[in-house]
């Protein structure tokens, strides 16, 4: 995904894109389908292991988030999803809506196949609101049943003085857009939301493929009537990166994907509207890879919350081995440098919090674990802040690793001994730790250089004694100053997920894990440090976190 910062104005615009395929995995027959679902582990299956504050469905499929929105007093969650099975299939736009983002009501579906441009397929889109007010729904159709043929659609609300948005129309003029001028239809889909520029035309944009599928494109379309649109000359950004869907495009004040790998990558650049093009500050943007998550999490989509003036992120978090998956909402705005995104978790989910404990300015010596006891933590929200005693043994970083943070932290992970870290939480941890999952930090210096490089990793190899998963690390660097000795770690632990926010939320990770043994009362949380020098907690506190109201589940 990419994002773009306009230069000396007070706010970015971000760009954001993914690579293409993940999120349309198509079984051609039943048969394929049922043996895909039948092939899901029974450990994970339990129910005990069903994320509990985490949006999801009671049951089945779902992927993309689409056109989430604020309206008359609720928020509007749309997403990808299949009322009949555990895999990708017979997709239709489901809703659900909410007070406060985290008590969710399921309604009946909002969009579904109905008319020829969507016949074989409703695929992701977008929300616009429209200068009356009225929300508008652009969304990509498949119109033909040998080829994923793709085409642009709009709906409306049939009466937008319903609050709760329960029935949509499609007008006759669909469909609104139509892959020509040597546009791969194939390849072109997942409008973003559709901005009114000062020159009175409506832009959105479309992710795309060139060159036969090996460069991403964005193509920008103008419309004066938000009826018929017309593609400009040249894309407002394209890299040889692979297929891009999709995309989002928003601004983002400074506050006081791509696909091949399922991954959402964002560069920060400067927006010239006038030529409708995008820059990336970095010259090396599209290969830099800054990315919003360096775990498990993709197709994510925003919008604005006009109600407390924020900026809400969805994404969703494919579950490692089935098919159902979770949606996670994040408060997202530009770090006062500039150069990338800060994420947290939006502030509503506190109020899920009850029964904290706390650990205070305590040493861990190394190769020492502390257990935070005193509430439950199989569902449980940590803050902790840590201070580093010394720098002066982090090791050195090896230049072939420089540039991969998975590859080192799966060469240095958890139980390998450092100088500096690692250090951090062993999470969903059985009582004699024969389960647990490490999220920690390690320092490194730079090579030539006394300068810090932290490294934040989720390692869940020792997560369950099941032998049928598929447990990858996940890591990021961290780009923040530790010259002070000091950083903090945030874990929203929910039963099957660990999702984690490290330095005030500069890097992310989210993890999918299926314990066998640490489940419900029996999971337990620690601090650990297996690096050679005292790792202080200044202050942990670990709250219990209650279930909300989840569309019936």
């Known amino acids: ?67 989430p929105m604020y309206y008359e007093g609720w928020y509007h969650f749309f997403y990808q999803y299949n009322p009949k099975g555990a895999v990708w299939g017979h997709i239709v736009w489901a809703h659900s809506v909410s007070r406060d983002l985290i008590n969710w009501v399921a309604l009946k579906p909002a969009i579904e196949p109905s008319i020829p441009s969507d016949k074989y397929g409703c695929w992701s889109g977008s929300a616009t609101i429209m200068p009356d007010g009225t929300p508008a729904i652009m969304y990509t159709g498949v119109n033909r049943p040998d080829v994923n043929y793709q085409v642009q659609n709009v709906a409306y609300p049939r009466n937008k003085s319903d609050p709760l948005l329960r029935e949509w129309v499609k007008p006759s003029h669909n469909p609104i857009i139509v892959p020509r001028g040597g546009v791969n239809a194939t390849q072109f889909r997942d409008p973003t939301t559709a901005w009114l520029a000062s020159d009175g035309q409506w832009r959105l944009l479309i992710g795309s493929a060139a060159e036969g599928g090996a460069r991403g494109v964005a193509f920008v379309y103008r419309s004066r ?38 991954y959402d990558y964002y560069t920060v650049g400067t927006y010239d509207r006038k030529a409708e093009r995008y820059v990336p500050d970095d010259p090396a943007g599209d290969e830099r890879h800054l990315r919003y998550d360096y775990g498990n999490f993709y197709a994510s989509k925003t919008f604005y919350d006009p109600a407390k003036k924020r900026r809400v992120l969805w994404g969703w978090a494919n579950e490692s081995d089935t098919r159902a998956d979770d949606a996670i ?47 439950q933590t199989a569902q449980a929200d940590v803050e902790v802040s840590f201070e580093v005693s010394s720098l002066a043994g982090a090791e050195p970083l090896d230049p072939a690793l420089a540039h991969d943070a998975e590859r080192l932290c799966g060469a240095r992970g958890a139980d390998v001994e450092g100088g500096v870290g690692p250090f951090g939480l062993w999470v969903l941890a059985s009582a004699n730790l024969e389960e647990r999952t490490a999220v920690f930090f390690r320092v490194f210096k730079a090579a030539g250089s006394d300068k810090p490089v932290v490294l934040m990793c989720t390692d869940p190899t020792k997560s369950s004694l099941n032998p049928d998963l598929y447990l990858p690390t996940f890591a990021g660097f961290v780009d923040t100053d530790l ?46 440090n297996n690096g050679k020098a005292d790792v202080k907690v200044t202050l942990l506190t670990a709250w219990q976190m209650k279930k909300p109201l989840m569309n019936g589940a």
């Open 1 to 67: 995904m990419l994002a773009p910062v306009i230069i000396g104005v007070a706010f970015a615009w971000l760009l954001l894109l993914q690579l293409a395929g993940a999120s349309h995995v198509v079984y051609k027959d039943v048969e394929t389908a049922a043996v895909a679902a039948a092939n899901v582990p029974p450990s994970i299956v339990d129910p005990l292991l069903r994320t509990g504050y985490h949006f999801q469905p009671p049951k089945n499929w779902i992927n993309d988030p689409n056109a």
């Open 225 to 262: 009537d938000f009826r018929r649109w017309r593609r400009a000359r040249r894309p407002l950004h394209s890299a040889a990166t692979g297929m891009w869907e999709c995309p989002d495009f928003y601004p983002a004040a400074p506050s006081a994907p791509l696909d091949l790998r399922r």
């Open 329 to 375: 909402p994040r408060t997202v705005w530009l770090d006062f440098s500039g150069k990338q995104v800060i994420q947290w978790p939006i502030e509503e989910v506190e109020a899920l919090r009850h029964q904290p404990v706390t650990l205070k300015d305590t040493v861990i010596k190394p190769g020492e674990h502390v257990e935070v006891t005193g509430t």
């Open 483 to 528: 010259s002070d000795g000091k950083i903090s770690l945030r874990s929203l632990i929910d039963r099957s997920v660990v999702e984690s926010f490290g330095a005030g939320g500069k890097t992310c990770i989210l993890s999918r894990v299926y314990p066998s043994l640490a489940i419900d009362k029996n999971a337990h949380l620690y601090v650990f």
